[in-house]
């Protein structure tokens, strides 16, 4: 499994080819050991630790917004 640190690597990099409004983020909680209660991330990890990581790294506040929570909402849009 790749880290953390490789991950934001790779976003970094689809941001800089300039495809940040075709990215979105996740990560998910399948066992109990990844809660907060068991010593893991918890369901908050992208925005305590990813997201700083990130906008220590160059990543504008206006990217993170892109990502997290534009791109999300055009991707639930509805087009009937």
Do not use: C
Request: charged share 20%; proline share 4%; no cysteine.
């Amino acid at each position: 499994m790749i880290s953390d640190g490789q991950r934001i690597d790779n976003l970094i990099k689809l941001i800089n080819e300039g495809l940040v409004d075709r990215l979105l983020m996740s990560h998910d909680i399948h066992t109990k050991h990844r809660l907060t209660s068991y010593g893991g991330h918890g369901y908050h990890h992208i925005y305590t630790n990813i997201l700083p990581r990130m906008l220590q790294r160059g990543v504008t506040p206006e990217q993170v917004e892109q990502m997290t929570v534009t791109n999300p909402a055009n991707w639930l849009l509805f087009d009937a």
